[in-house]
């Protein structure tokens, strides 16, 4: 981050993570200037955030006293060009996230750290496609990111040991407990995780195993505190299958390869908690 202003952080995307991140940064009293390209998505994105900014006092995962930093939505790129380090939090898709680090490697001034926020494409990829890749790094934040404290942070071949400063140094000020893992499709986490949810979904589609009895046995036997297939509601079936593809591009993995019971389920629209539908049935369209 450059240290002549106070911080500002600039999030491109106002989906799930881009919201999630949105409102850590918010909680700990940091401007937020979010950008997306369409309008309703960002008034959507002030009512979650507001949402989520209230669940993070009711948990303690806010600083008491503290107010929350200021929060600017805007459909203007150029308005997130004086931004201390800019989180670009679209789609898992390559085209799309090609399409936007570009566009805003251009926009920032020189040394303002450039942080995908990514579940699999390889840092040193995406570094192709800014102008300064030294100022290109990965994180990985969990989602609800307001809750869950550790973030993967990747470091790819070309990025800097200034960026990784300014990153752990941001993560700090949010009070981030940040792992720095090295350059791989899916890093750690979604190398692991994705793969499994997957083989989740496939039991439940060979008819093997109910979503419920899955997630119990998951939870129950193996000791996790959510099951895959609640974890894959909470992610997001397309963004689930984006990463997935993604993932089984770079490796040939065929565990990786999106089943047909997770690919019907995103063509059905039923997409998990936003949707108010996924392996489970919540009732209404979340938030």
Known sequence: MTTETAPRVAIVGAGVMGTNIATVTLAHGVPVVLVDLDDTVLDQARTTIDGMLRHAALMGARPSGLPPGELVTTSLPEDAAGA???IEAVTELPTVKAKVLAEYSGLVRPGTPLISNTSGIPVDEMADWVARP?????????NPAYLIRMVEVVRGPRTGDGTMTAI?????AL????????DSPGFVTSRLLH?????A???????TATADAVDALLEGCLGHPTGPLRTADLIG????ADSLQALYERTGD???RPCDALLAKVREGDLGRKTGRGFYDYGRTQP
């Open 84 to 86: 201390s380090a800019v």
């Open 134 to 142: 030294a100022e290109l790094a990965g994180t990985h934040f969990m």
């Open 168 to 172: 752990t140094t941001l993560l700090s």
């Open 175 to 182: 009070d981030r407990s940040p792992v720095v893992v090295g």
């Open 195 to 199: 793969p499994m949810i997957n083989d």
């Open 201 to 207: 979904a496939r039991l439940v589609g060979h008819g």
């Open 237 to 240: 079936l397309d963004n689930l």
């Open 254 to 256: 065929e565990g990786c």
